[in-house]
């Protein structure tokens, strides 16, 4: 049967008594500009103008209906209602004829009356023709009683006399006028623009006035709030300071305003959260359908994304249009007819959307108001963006000072030293604990420049900023001494980073002045131990220094006891016993007279007699005073000199001790028929002798220890000689009150050459020294004493 009717030319639309529309023919569809799913299920007084009784209807032979096309447009038909069965159920089949002519007079006026503008016909003496319904409920009139009646009839006289002027005009000018004036309507003051035209007869004479009037309040009142409010937001000052509550309450305001001039049950503003994948409900006023509870419309399918975002065409939209929004079902069954739903964008920046719902009792306006309300959008995506912006930088605003805040509180709080130091070496950040540390006042610190805080010796430690620029950005672990308010140092162990953006060090500090006062007593502790191992190596040594001379000694002294006990005694023996005791008591001597003048030059009671000598002569005359023992060794010593007088300042005791000491040595370590030679040469500023001999040589690893106290070489190659291993540190001591040095060059085998050096000085006023050759015998009897442990004398 359907494809029967839908062959057919007529239109033929069936309903069940509730009204709901079981079928509807292609041909009628197409008219109406429907596709079936549109229509079918809905109510017919979905599609129709007025709201019908679906009874009545059921009861009328012929009627005229009025029907919605697609496109809004309503449309005329002539209707036979038969009732018959459809589907095995008793159906109401409406039968239409499109009637040519689409509107009466009284649909015209039927239009007028139900749009909310103020339309009226005057004649030229004021006299009103026509009003409709909008007019006649500004004047609190009813729509008949405003005809055959003047404006001060109808309206208040302030307002009559100003539209009896404008009417004058118009008639006097034959031109139309646009003007804006203020109504009190209800108590309230509302903005209304009026158009006010004159109609021309046949002759150009005005034979009538014609007007229109409509209600720009809410146009004005955004307008205003919306221009205020750009001005506000226009500075970043304003956009920091102003809360967002009152760019909400703007937009809130505005949507009061929406709601009550578009009469719809509610208006909502939803913003669209990229992320989440939704919208998100920002602002509510009247109707909500509940199940949005959260406020959440969820744009999880694609088709959702692309319709709200995208596809719809900003508008009033039947209920079945919004199908695919997952509350459409709760929409419907709370009554809503319409949605309007508007795109809030900026460009191509989705921002939201706003719904305006209708429901039943409401009908929605049937003009369009679209182009208000997209306009009104468009203002509302400057807004919320500059929210949304105020917000961001808002936010970043936050964490900047949050981050500064905590920085500080790090600052404050780190136990260790935290600051900031320029290129130019003064702070220009610290933390308390400088102060705590170090004394100064943060003021003061500020003006001392790092260079004069830190220990003369430290500063060359302290990198510049090529240094960070070409190696690693950070330095770790360096120690440096701080100047403390004190006058003292404090030991501050820094690490440092240069931050090449700011410009600047970023330096972290501990204070280990007390680590650094354990580690001092820690290396006193062991230099303590080491000194007394010393001495127990030194006594040790001593003692067995003391017991050999003294055993000879003692055992020579018995066997002459013995020999004179049994008067056996010769000559020979005698002198033999009497040398050995003497040989024996020099080395007592020698040794006694080293220990004491160490001793006393480590307690500093050692002076040296300083008077104005000849070097050379010194140099020369205790060389030549050892002949006698080289000669025994078959050693060939040899003295040089490129001057035969240099004059300084000396103590010539003292030289011969260390001309002796090194002699000694040089013979006792060379080797028969070996060769001893002793130079010495000056520069004008220094005098430098040399006594080189070709013996055994020290170990390159020993050389370091010579001087020292004890410093005796024991090698199993090296014969142990006699010797207490401090006449070479007394030599170093003694070159060294002169203001001399002393230093050793020797190879195993090959020899030893020890070069020491003594700066030309002289003591003013006061006349050279001329040594008393007499005094040899006292020279003999210091080379019998520092030879003693050689030979046998
Ligand atoms: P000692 O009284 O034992 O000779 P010194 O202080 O005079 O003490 O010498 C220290 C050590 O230096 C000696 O034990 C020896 O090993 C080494 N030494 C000194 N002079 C020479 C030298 N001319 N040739 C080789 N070794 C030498």
Redesign the pocket.
């Known amino acids: 049967m359907k494809r029967i009717f839908n062959k057919l030319n007529g239109d033929i639309i069936i309903i069940n008594n509730k009204g709901d529309i079981l079928f509807c023919n292609e041909v009628f569809l197409k008219k109406l500009g429907y596709k079936q799913d549109d229509i079918i299920k809905n109510n017919i007084n979905n599609i129709l103008y007025n709201r019908e009784d679906i009874d009545y209807i059921k009861k009328e032979n012929n009627i005229d209906l009025l029907f919605y096309k697609k496109t809004k447009e309503i449309v005329r038909f002539n209707c036979d209602i038969i009732i018959d069965f459809f589907e095995e159920k008793e159906s109401i089949f409406i039968l239409c004829k499109e009637v040519s002519k689409s509107y009466t007079i009284e649909d015209l006026e039927n239009l007028l009356d139900n749009i909310p503008i103020g339309l009226w016909i005057k004649d030229i003496d004021g006299k009103y023709l026509y009003s409709n319904s909008y007019l006649a409920g500004l004047a609190n009139k009813e729509k008949e009683k405003m005809v055959g009646n003047y404006d001060i009839d109808n309206f208040k006289d302030e307002y009559a006399y100003l539209y009896k002027e404008v009417d004058e005009e118009i008639i006097n000018t034959k031109k139309p006028r646009l003007l804006e004036e203020i109504i009190r309507v209800n108590g309230m003051d509302r903005e209304f623009e009026t158009y006010k035209a004159p109609i021309l007869g046949k002759n150009e004479d005005v034979v009538y006035t014609v007007g229109a009037t409509r209600d720009i309040s809410l146009r004005k009142k955004i307008e205003e709030q919306v221009f205020n409010n750009h001005n506000q937001i226009s500075t970043l000052h304003n956009i920091l300071n102003r809360s967002n509550r009152d760019i909400k309450g703007l937009l809130e305001n505005v949507c009061d305003e929406l709601l009550k001039s578009l009469s719809s049950d509610g208006i909502s503003i939803w913003l669209y959260d990229k992320d989440k994948k939704e919208l998100k409900l920002y602002i509510r006023r009247g109707y909500f359908a509940s199940s949005l509870h959260e406020g959440i419309i969820k744009l999880d399918t694609d088709k959702m994304r692309w319709e709200l975002l995208n596809e719809i065409s900003d508008g009033l939209k039947g209920i079945s249009e919004v199908s695919y929004m997952d509350i459409y079902e709760e929409m419907k069954s709370d009554g809503v007819k319409y949605l309007g739903i508007y795109k809030i964008k900026l460009r191509d920046d989705n921002i939201g959307i706003l719904t305006i719902p209708y429901n039943d009792d409401n009908q929605p306006p049937e003009y369009d108001q679209s182009n208000f309300i997209k306009a009104i959008c468009s203002q509302m995506a400057i807004l919320i963006k500059n929210l949304k912006l105020t917000d961001e930088i808002k936010i970043e605003n936050n964490k900047r000072s949050n981050t500064e805040r905590e920085l500080a509180l790090f600052l404050e709080t780190a136990v260790d030293l935290v600051g900031v130091i320029g290129e130019d070496g003064y702070f220009k950040k610290a933390n308390s604990k400088w102060s705590e540390v170090l004394g100064w006042t943060e003021e003061e610190l500020m003006n001392i420049n790092l260079k004069n805080l830190l220990h003369p010796e430290d500063r060359k430690k302290v990198l510049q900023v090529k240094d960070f620029k070409e190696g690693s950005k950070f330095r770790k672990n360096v120690k440096y001494r701080y100047l403390n308010k004190s006058g003292k140092y404090t030991w501050l162990y820094i690490g440092s980073k240069y931050v090449e953006e700011k410009k600047h060090f970023l330096v972290t500090g501990r204070d280990i002045t007390k680590e650094m006062y354990a580690e001092e007593q820690t290396k006193k502790l062991e230099k303590v131990i080491e000194i007394e191992s010393l001495k127990n190596e030194f006594f040790s040594n001593i003692s067995h220094e003391f017991k050999t001379p003294l055993n000879i000694i003692l055992g020579s002294m018995q066997l002459l006891n013995q020999s004179i006990d049994k008067n056996s005694i010769t000559t020979e023996k005698l002198i033999n016993h009497i040398n050995t005791i003497k040989q024996n008591s020099y080395r007592l001597l020698r040794l006694v007279n080293n220990l004491i003048d160490i001793s006393k030059i480590e307690t500093g009671y050692y002076e040296l007699q300083l008077s104005n000598n000849n070097i050379v002569s010194i140099i020369e005359d205790i060389t030549l005073s050892v002949v006698n023992y080289v000669e025994c060794k078959n050693i060939n010593l040899i003295f040089d000199t490129d001057t035969e007088c240099e004059i300084l300042a000396c103590d010539p005791d003292k030289i011969e001790r260390v001309m002796l ?1 090194l002699l000694s ?2 013979i ?2 060379t080797g028969e028929y070996g060769e001893i030679i002793v130079s010495l040469k000056s520069d004008n500023k220094k005098v430098i002798v040399s006594v080189k ?1 070709n ?4 170990p390159k690893d020993k050389i370091g220890i ?1 001087f020292d106290r004890f ?3 024991n090698d199993a190659l ?1 014969k142990r ?1 006699e ?7 007394l030599v170093k001591s003694l070159v060294e009150m002169h203001g001399g040095s002393i230093r050793v060059e ?1 190879e195993v085998n090959i020899g ?1 050459e ?1 070069i020491f050096e003594i700066p030309i000085s002289l003591i003013e006023d006061e006349e050279v020294t001329i040594l008393d050759k007499n005094l040899r015998g006292s020279q003999i009897e210091k080379c019998n004493i520092e030879f003693s442990d050689i030979y046998n004398i």
């Open positions: 000491n040595n040089a006792k370590y001999d013996g055994t040589g020290i010579i410093g005796q070489v090296i000689r010797g207490s291993g401090i006449g070479l540190s020797s030893s020890f």
